[in-house]
């Protein structure tokens, strides 16, 4: 079974540009998980999706940041006008239901670089 | 979700058994204890879960005692490549409260040759 695809691995944007994430969870998982480890800190919670649905976004910072996860294809990340404090790993996880125990399974993440 | 408290540190050498602890005091009685570990900058990895028997699976163990305010993680018998952060994380069951994977600082074990 493939695992949580992220793409691109790594992304490079100059400040002011947009950065657009891609995940793909793994097969049969509807439910899709965003986090962001910022250089040398721990992961931190950003948005929970369903297919269509936002459930979770307490963690999203409240400007620049959107996400979505369409009916169909993957699970995007957006972050409009960076700047370097956006630097960081971001790693997206999925799960087959909202069930907490059904774990979640990562991907390898995208590491964004903001010059 | 209820807090966690892991040591900062471990050494383990290799072929030993690695035991990690964690405490969580103030866990609900509908409350998960994950386990998860990130080896350098790569995606984290699930381990292993437990609401309160003892679970064991391909990669370790986990022992929860029986007023659930602790647990331990077991690495029977450690590689090189088990060297990475570990975390322990108690999780709610309810889809809005429980929806997120609270990580804190976690414990690095090394595991020496």
């Known amino acids: 079974n493939a695992g949580v695809m992220q793409n691109p691995r790594h992304l490079v944007r100059r400040r002011g540009q947009e950065a657009r994430l891609r995940c793909s969870p793994m097969k049969g998982h509807s439910h899709v998980y965003w986090y962001r480890q910022l250089p040398e800190e721990g992961l931190k919670f950003m948005v929970y999706l369903q297919k269509e649905n936002i459930i979770d976004e307490s963690g999203m910072p409240k400007e620049r940041f959107s996400a979505e996860f369409p009916k169909e294809g993957p699970s995007i990340l957006r972050i409009q006008q960076v700047v370097r404090g956006d630097s960081a790993a971001y790693f997206c996880?999925?799960?087959?239901?909202?069930?907490?125990?059904?774990?979640?399974?990562f991907g390898p993440g995208t590491r964004l670089t903001v010059t | 979700d209820a807090k966690t408290t892991q040591p900062p540190s471990m050494d383990c050498a290799e072929g030993r058994a690695a035991n990690l602890p964690c405490n969580h005091s103030t866990i609900s009685g509908n409350e998960y204890v994950y386990w998860y570990r990130q080896i350098h900058s790569q995606g984290p990895q699930y381990i292993i879960h437990g609401l309160k028997n003892n679970e064991t699976n391909e990669m370790a163990s986990l022992i929860i005692t029986e007023d659930r305010k602790s647990s331990t993680l077991i690495l029977p018998h450690a590689t090189l490549r088990d060297t990475a952060v570990y975390y322990c994380i108690v999780r709610g069951s309810q889809e809005t409260s429980g929806s997120r994977l609270t990580f804190g600082e976690g414990t690095q074990l090394t595991v020496n040759p």
């Open positions: 996880a999925s799960s087959p239901t909202w069930d907490r125990r059904q774990p979640e399974y």
